[in-house]
Nanobody
Framework: QVQLVESGGGLVQPGGSLRLSCAAS????????MGWYRQAPGKHRELVAA???????YYADSVKGRFTISRDNAKNTVWMQMNSLKPEDTAAYLC?????????????????WGQGTQVTVSS
């Protein structure tokens, strides 16, 4: 059974830091793009950061300079270091793996999601 297991969320004061991790159960995900989305109550889900198997990076403008995404293909794990956290970063953060092509390797699907981890930034 395919699993994405997230950890690292919690409550932190403004200006603080957290590190999220997501461990994938399948070695095949080393060819997938790995990323983090977030969704706050009443808002659309948004892509926060992503990293390809080759190391190409994407960051949302709102987190550039504060968040850093990294991955270890041998461990099927992606991390996101979040520094200088702001109250507007409060959301459920979801790990995603996405196959960057029309046909993912069978029997796998194009996208998988973690269960989500809550990040709350508040004094």
């Amino acid at each position: 059974q395919v699993q994405l297991v997230e950890s690292g969320g919690g409550l932190v004061q403004p200006g603080g830091s957290l590190r999220l991790s997501c461990a994938a159960s399948e070695r095949v995900f080393e060819v997938y793009i790995m990323g983090w989305y977030r969704q706050a109550p009443g808002k659309h889900r948004e892509l926060v950061a992503a990293i390809s198997s080759g190391g190409t990076l994407y960051y949302a403008d709102s987190v550039k300079g504060r968040f850093t995404i990294s991955r270890d293909n041998a461990k099927n794990t992606v991390w996101m270091q979040m520094n200088s956290l702001k109250p507007e970063d409060t959301a459920a953060y979801l790990c995603n793996v996405h196959f960057p092509g029309p046909r993912p390797p069978p029997p796998y699907e194009s996208d998988y999601w973690g269960q989500g981890t809550q990040v709350t930034v508040s004094s």
